[in-house]
């Protein structure tokens, strides 16, 4: 599904990010990427989506080389592909439906069709009761959960996670592992960057560790490998 | 684009208005105060330009018809002048006619001259293009039984190269002015994107296109351009109005120039300047946008 070639990227200022990146991950997998900071792993996460361009190299998503995708096409990637952020990324302006249903009004589907992905997405992370609230007026679990429902509204064969329990304590964060589980488990390819030890080490999965824009180990079934 | 999508779009350009008032209000004033001046100013450069133009059409060539030429000979001088190229038209003046003009300026005396009358027949001609008299003329000259060509040599060129040079004064004015209006609102309108960057992170996110995107803000754009050009075009209508009915009817007397009619004239300014406002505005909401989209 994704395939990564002798990926470089070296970022403007000097900084190279990538260092000859050479991975493949499979539809349904679920990976972990885990690295200390700056080591090149929001890079490595940003390329998969096209926000950042490799600057040599091939990265393959379901035969589209994304390193020499136009920029008129990203749109369209895009689309298969579903981003959860560390700080939910919410439009404070709309409440929770409108904030899942946005995904949708920006590829021009229908209202009905609409309307019923939306409560079936929401009823998935538990928020139907709240589909009327801003994202204000709920805790950082369910502002994730919002957007986690958000990114695999229009069912995507891939979730890219940067961080999503970044920002939530210890028992949140688990039930948004239970939601990522549980996306996998109907077929969803997912990409985690996390820094969570704990979770890494409990819910077993594949575990590439990025270095100096090297990846410097890929265990299935892994742990998270560095001392605290 | 579906029906749907661009009912989407209209309803979400009008939201953003009224929810963004004082900015709002800080780019139609910049609009407003824009077009206001552009509009005065294309209202006095036409009006300038009609009396350029009545100047210039005033501007003849006298041809002066040799003693000796004979009624055929005129009337082939008629003819050669008519087909000279550049020539409008030509109308001929015999001395009786000459000398009645000359009794009419200087008084009955030289009605003396009626007896035995020392002037020349004359042709009056103009040129197709006032500014090519000169050249025009020189050939007039080169025919047979011209005894002399005046166009008021010296003294038009001083006309055409002043009339001129008001001309192109005035036009770049209008372009400075232009230019200042859209740089004060794509910056304007910068500031409300700003305000929705994130807005448009996640859409470029979830896959939004880029038209997608830009068309709620073009729209907006337009908007502001025609809230801005309500003022201006209310001011200088009432403004001419006043100026036609009460000013104009003077200078006509005075029979220095006549201005342009109310009827088409002014409401092809007030056309131009909600053109100007709509393009002002698209035009720097496109330009504002264009820097956000590369997400």
């Known amino acids: 599904m994704i395939e990564m070639v002798n990926v470089y990227k070296k970022y403007p200022n000097g900084i190279v990010a990538a260092n000859g990146i050479d991975v493949e991950i499979k539809q349904g ?29 091939d990265i393959l998503i379901n035969g589209v080389n994304l390193a020499t995708l136009k920029n008129s096409k990203v749109p369209y990637l895009r689309r298969q592909i579903g981003v959860v952020f560390q ?30 992905k939306v409560m079936d997405v929401l009823e998935l992370v538990g928020l139907k009761h709240k589909a009327r609230m801003f994202p204000t007026e709920l805790s950082g679990g369910e502002q994730q959960r919002v957007s986690i429902a958000r990114s695999i509204v229009n069912t995507p064969k891939l979730v890219i ?14 039930e948004i592992m239970n939601i990522f589980e549980e996306i996998n488990s109907r077929g969803t390819t997912i990409i985690m960057a996390t820094h969570n030890r704990e979770i890494v080490n409990t819910l077993r999965h594949r575990v590439i560790a990025v270095e100096g824009g090297l990846i410097t180990r890929d265990v299935y079934g892994g742990d998270y490998g560095y001392e605290s | 684009m579906k029906a749907r999508t661009a009912g989407r779009h209209f309803r979400d350009s009008l939201k953003s208005i009224s929810r963004n008032g004082w ?35 005033d501007v003849e060539i006298k041809v002066i018809v040799e003693l000796t030429a004979d009624e055929a000979a005129i009337t082939k001088l008629e003819e050669d002048i008519k087909n000279t190229p550049g020539i409008a038209e030509v109308a001929y ?9 000359l009794v009419l300026d200087f008084g009955e005396d030289l009605r003396l001259f ?98 997608f995107i830009r068309i709620p803000f073009i729209l907006e754009g337009m908007w502001l351009g025609i809230l ?6 209310t001011l200088i209508t009432i403004l001419y109005y006043n100026i036609y ?51």
């Open chain 1, 161 to 174: 996670a940067d961080e999503p329990t970044g920002n939530l304590d210890p028992d949140t964060s688990w």
């Open chain 1, 29 to 57: 997998e679920f990976v972990y990427v885990v690295g200390p900071s700056g080591a090149g792993k929001s890079t490595f996460i940003k390329m998969m989506y096209r926000e950042e361009r490799p600057t040599s190299g």
């Open chain 2, 114 to 211: 009626e007896q035995q009358n020392p002037l020349h027949n004359v042709f009056y001609a103009k040129a197709e293009n006032p500014q090519e008299t000169a050249a025009v003329a020189k050939k007039v000259d080169n025919l047979d039984n011209t005894f002399e060509v005046k166009y008021g040599e010296g003294k038009i060129e001083k006309l055409f190269s002043f009339l001129n040079t008001s001309r192109n004064i005035g036009l770049v004015l209008i372009l400075a002015l232009l230019f200042t209006a859209m740089f004060l609102i794509s910056n304007t309108i910068r500031i409300t994107i700003v305000a929705r960057r994130r807005d448009i992170e996640i859409m470029k996110l979830v896959g939004a296109t880029n038209w």
């Open chain 2, 228 to 233: 801005g050009a309500i003022i201006p075009i």
């Open chain 1, 87 to 116: 700080d939910f990324k919410l439009l404070p302006r709309l409440n929770v439906y409108e904030n899942v249903a946005f995904a949708l009004e920006v590829i021009e589907e229908t209202p009905k069709v609409i309307r019923k």
């Open chain 2, 245 to 295: 009915n009460v000013l104009g009817p003077k200078l006509a007397q005075g029979k220095l120039f006549e201005l342009l009619n109310f009827s088409p004239f002014i409401y092809q300014v007030d056309a131009l300047i909600l053109l100007m406002g709509v393009l002002i505005g698209v035009w720097g909401s496109f330009m504002s946008v264009r820097k956000f989209l590369r997400v």
């Open chain 2, 93 to 101: 003046s015999p001395k009786e006619d000459e000398l009645n003009k």
């Open chain 2, 23 to 57: 900015m709002t209000f800080a780019s139609v004033s910049a609009v407003t105060v824009t077009l206001l001046l552009v509009g005065v100013f294309v209202m006095i450069m036409m009006n300038l330009n009609k009396v350029a133009d009545d100047l210039e059409k």
